[in-house]
């Protein structure tokens, strides 16, 4: 059955969660009805929302426009430009996926609007998106909103608002530019809400929340501040925006249920991945650059011995001029050192700068990005490295030599570094000033083309090796936070550059407490957390660590010791048996969000869809001896589990799905400090 329907002018997406209704009439197109299926109840507002805007040549174009007195300026205002419906059409992307488009022409100029709705049969949410087709020359598109909602559970008075994914509470009005990708509405007298979502990459993201304003009451859109947004288009060309989420749910704001549904919705529109989860080994740290053939194969062949599945030679092997691999550190080349990591059966992953001129100094100097001064950007505070415009020639440079890598020496996950669009550092200033790059006019529209060079440069890994990982690392994405953006250009990312290298200044549960805020929403199985380093005596502490994620370590691998040796294979083994099932992709914060003092326990769990999972728990530097864990969303059809203890070993125990969610009390650590638990369902 379908989940479309168009009856004249009016158009329904509606499953078995939610139904949303899209008019069009004399006034526009506009949402009148955004439906909650679960609770029975209606969502929208009666006053209509502009449902999106467009400044087309310096003119505002309303989705949806009545005479009204706006009540910022007090103002009546017609609209620039008016819209005629020229089509809507359902089209079956999948099975279970549907999406509903309505064609709009812009009756003062020849600009077509595309609007796309699309809905998925399992989830209690629309995505929405805008495509615009330039019929005239050189129209220049100078802010976009792509969604509008008037809608709530309830009413507004009582609803709460949330950034950080449900983390922190918002004021009642509020906008943010280039920080948030996800905001939450949350009414606690009905225990429902919705999330809504923004997949515009880096500084792009923008939200708009003033209730009283009802035309405008939630946007969702592009950044209108800084960096500053453009887009140009010539006649015939095509833009098409980012996406907009709109999720009911109906839980508390911090239910597992909630968010692992609303974390599924999310991973639906991720691209697919050959990886589950597995260790990945890094030689960033302790060794940064000092590395060297004997070295890297005296590391892989423990990081085999210790069950990793990755193995990724991070920077320090090439030296300028083409990014040519150093013969002093590697006189026999990378191939023997690939072919030894995928000898033991890992994958080969590489790192590689593509943000600089680094490797290749000085060269092709006039795809540098320039500051508003014209001086050429510099990467950091200090050096000459200069920074390289991925909306010019450069994009087809790296694209060239990842693929030539590729080949040669069979990687299969890249890790991409170095910033060029923006900085986690905030030490540079967004986007380029040139006016003299092939894929960019000026500043206005450069941000939005050197990400677009992001999945141009992507796209051209993926077509000659499909199966290859590619990972924009944190600085290469150039945000702090992962978001949902980030995991739409890669399959992993590495999101953060902690490490417990040095354990009095960063330790494990500073860590894991970032960690815990990192993955409310997002797909932990792709996130690459931080770089976890194995080395002295708290390595299963930091190794479980790890494990809220992707887990990433690194360490030098000959300082760990013979008896920690053996509870990390313990530890990697009991991982390998459960992701050999899929992926652990149902995440469950033991200590909800609460952030975690050294004088408590913290902990989570993880499982995939055969009902397989583990349970980590920290003691810290608490005194509790015993106590009680709730895992209240576990996979369904499943009435008892098996639980083990990796670390010490013996039988096993055996606890109903009912007694989970309801609490289970135990001395779960024994005389450890901290412990890994395999769950398994009871057959």
């Known amino acids: 059955m379908s989940m479309i329907k168009i009856e004249g002018n009016t ?112 989830f209690c949410g629309v995505s929405k998106w805008l495509e615009i087709i330039s019929g005239v020359d050189d129209l220049s598109i100078n802010s976009i909103i792509f969604d509008v909602i008037n809608a709530c559970p309830g009413e507004f008075v009582d609803i709460d608002f949330y950034r950080q994914a449900g983390l922190t ?8 530019a280039g920080a948030e990708d996800i905001i939450q509405l949350h009414n606690p007298k009905l225990d429902e809400g919705v999330f809504l979502g923004n997949s515009a990459p880096g500084p792009l993201k923008y939200f708009l929340c003033y209730p009283h ?71 960033w740290l302790p060794f940064l650059k000092d590395i060297n053939e004997p070295l890297l194969l005296d590391l892989i062949d423990r990081a085999a011995d210790m069950g990793f599945n990755s193995f990724v030679l991070d920077d320090g092997w090439f030296v300028d001029g ?26 080969f992953g590489l790192w590689f700068n593509i943000g600089t001129d680094y490797g290749n100094l000085c060269q092709n100097s006039e795809y540098s990005g320039i500051n508003t001064d014209g001086s050429p950007k510099i990467f950091g505070l200090t050096g000459q490295i200069r920074q390289m415009c991925f909306a010019s020639g450069h994009r087809e440079i790296v694209a060239r030599k990842l693929v030539e890598l590729a080949r040669e020496y069979n990687v299969g996950y890249f890790k991409l570094d170095f910033s060029n669009i923006v900085s986690p550092y905030r030490m540079m200033q967004a986007g380029c000033c040139s006016k003299d790059h092939e894929y960019h006019r000026d500043s206005g529209d450069s941000v939005i083309e050197q990400y677009a060079g992001f999945k141009y440069l992507r796209n051209e890994v993926k077509k000659a090796f499909p199966d290859l990982i590619v990972d924009f690392s944190v600085e ?51 996130l690459l957390g931080s770089l976890i380093c194995l080395q002295n005596q708290n390595d299963i502490e930091h190794l479980l660590t790890a494990l809220v994620g992707t887990p990433l370590v690194a360490g ?84 008892k589990f098996t639980i083990k203890d990796v670390l010490a070993g013996g039988g096993h125990s055996t606890v109903s799905a009912a007694e989970l969610a309801s609490g289970v009390r135990r001395n779960w650590f024994g005389d450890g400090n901290c412990c890994i638990f395999t769950v398994f369902p009871l057959k």
């Open 169 to 176: 509470r918002l004021e009642p009005m509020f906008a943010m």
């Open 476 to 526: 290469a994405f150039g945000l702090d936070y992962p978001s949902i953006a980030a995991l739409e250009y890669s399959e992993l990312h590495h999101m953060s550059n902690m490490n417990t290298l040095r354990p009095h200044i960063i330790d494990a549960l500073k860590i894991r407490n970032t960690l815990y805020r990192y993955v409310t929403v997002m797909p932990p199985e792709r």
């Open 556 to 639: 030098d691998l000959r300082r760990i010791t013979p008896e920690n040796l053996t509870l990390i294979r313990l530890v990697t083994a009991a991982i390998q048996g459960i992701i050999s099932q899929g992926p652990m992709t149902r995440f469950i914060k033991l200590r909800r969000d609460k952030y975690v003092y050294p004088g408590e326990w913290d902990g989570f769990a993880k499982f995939n869809e055969a009902g397989s999972g583990i349970i980590c728990l920290f003691k810290n530097r608490s005194s509790i001896s015993d106590f009680e864990i709730h895992i209240d969303d576990l996979p369904e059809g499943i009435d």
């Open 213 to 283: 304003w009802q035309e405008t009451a939630i946007s969702t859109g592009y950044n209108f501040e800084s960096p500053p947004f453009n887009k140009y288009l010539n006649k015939g060309e095509t833009f098409t925006t980012d996406r907009a989420m709109v999720f009911l749910y109906k839980g508390k704001t911090d239910d597992d249920a909630v968010r692992n549904s609303f974390r599924d919705y999310i991973r639906s529109y991720l691209p697919a991945t050959v990886d589950k989860g597995g260790f990945m080994y890094c030689t």
């Open 11 to 122: 158009f329904s997406l509606e499953n078995d969660y939610i139904l949303r209704r899209i008019v069009f009439d004399e006034g526009g197109l506009h949402t009148t009805s955004i439906f909650n299926k679960t609770v029975g109840m209606e969502y929208a507002r009666q006053i209509a929302p502009l449902e999106f805007m467009l400044r087309l040549r310096n003119k505002t174009l309303f989705g949806y426009k009545q005479r009204t007195r706006h009540i910022l300026d007090g103002n009546i205002s017609d609209r620039d430009y008016n819209l005629s419906l020229v089509n809507a059409e359902a089209l079956k992307i999948s099975p279970g996926v549907e999406r509903l488009k309505v064609s709009l022409q812009v009756a003062e100029i020849d600009v077509l609007v595309n609007v796309y709705y699309e809905i998925k049969r399992k």
């Open 322 to 347: 083409e990014w040519a691999v150093d013969k002093e550190k590697f006189p026999n080349g990378l191939k023997i050192i690939s072919d030894r990591v995928r000898s033991h059966g890992m994958c």
